[in-house]
C-alpha cells in the first residue's frame, strides 16, 4: 500500500458526460501527478500540483482539468468524454520537487459507452 | 520516436530461469531512471532510483544497473509471483518533474 489513495475504483459513464476523479496523497506529500494509462500509449503524464500551484502541464487535452485543494487532495475533471478516454487514470505524490520517487495511487479505470 | 524504449515487449520464463529486461533511453540531463513493477489493474509499485551510469541497486530477486543510455533490470532465479509489468521511467532536465514512461515489459513465470 503506497498510502495515495483514489477514488472511485470504476467508473461507467457515456459519451458527452463529465466526471471528477478524486485523489488524495501521502500524509505530508505536497506534490499530485496525474497519468493516463490506455493499452496504446503506455503511462502519459497529465498534470502536477504543487502545494495546491499548478506546477506543469503534459499531454492533457483542453477537456480535461485539475485542481490541488487547501488539505492537499487533488481531482481531476474530464469533460464532454470520448470513447477514447476510457482508460487507467492515476495520480502519484512526492514529498517536493527534490524527492524523485513518486508513488502510484491503485488508479480509477473509467470506461466510457 | 520513443524517449523511452523497453524490452522484449513480453517475457516468458521458466522458474528458476534468470534474465534481464532492457530499457534504453535518447534523453540528454538525465536527473534518475527508475524502476516499477505493476501488477493488472493495480498502480504502479516503485522498486529503484539509478541516478549515474555505473550505479547498481538490488532488492531480492532484482538487481537493477545504469548505463550512460540503458538500464537493465536483471532477476535472478525468478519465481511466480515475480510475474508483473516492469516499467521503466526517466527525469531529465526538460521534462522538469515529470517521469516519462517507457511501455513496459511483461514477464511470466511458470512453475
Known amino acids: 500500500d503506497s498510502g495515495v489513495t483514489q477514488t472511485p475504483k470504476h467508473l461507467i459513464t457515456a459519451t458527452g458526460q463529465r466526471v471528477t476523479l478524486r485523489c488524495s496523497p501521502r500524509?505530508?506529500?505536497?506534490?499530485v501527478y496525474w497519468y493516463q494509462q490506455s493499452l496504446d500509449q503506455g503511462l502519459q503524464f497529465l498534470i502536477q500540483?504543487?502545494?495546491?500551484?499548478?506546477?506543469a502541464k503534459g499531454n492533457i487535452l483542453e477537456r480535461f482539468s485539475a485542481q490541488q485543494f487547501p488539505d492537499l487532495h487533488s481531482e481531476l475533471n474530464l469533460s464532454s468524454l470520448e470513447l477514447g478516454d476510457s482508460a487507467l487514470y492515476f495520480c502519484?505524490?512526492?514529498?517536493?520537487?527534490?524527492?524523485?520517487?513518486?508513488?502510484f495511487g491503485p488508479g480509477t479505470r473509467l470506461t466510457v459507452t | 520516436e520513443d524517449q523511452v524504449t523497453q524490452s522484449p515487449e513480453a517475457l516468458r520464463l521458466q522458474e528458476g530461469e534468470s534474465s534481464s529486461l532492457n530499457c534504453s533511453y535518447t534523453?540528454?540531463?538525465?536527473?534518475?531512471l527508475f524502476w516499477y513493477r505493476q501488477d493488472p489493474g493495480k498502480g504502479p509499485e516503485f522498486l529503484f532510483t539509478?541516478?549515474?551510469a555505473g550505479e547498481e541497486k538490488e532488492k531480492e530477486r532484482l538487481k537493477a544497473t545504469l548505463t550512460k543510455k540503458e538500464s537493465f533490470l536483471h532477476i535472478t532465479a525468478p519465481k511466480p509471483e515475480d510475474s508483473a509489468t516492469y516499467l521503466c521511467?526517466?527525469?531529465?532536465?526538460?521534462?522538469?518533474?515529470?517521469?516519462?514512461f517507457g511501455k513496459g515489459t511483461t514477464l511470466s513465470v511458470s512453475s
Open positions: 534523453v540528454s540531463g538525465l536527473r534518475g
Open positions: 502519484a505524490s512526492t514529498g517536493s520537487d527534490s524527492a524523485y520517487e513518486q508513488y
Open positions: 500524509s505530508g506529500d505536497l506534490s
Open positions: 539509478l541516478y549515474s
Open positions: 500540483y504543487y502545494n495546491g500551484e499548478e506546477r
Open positions: 521511467a526517466v527525469r531529465f532536465n526538460q521534462a522538469g518533474t515529470a517521469l516519462i
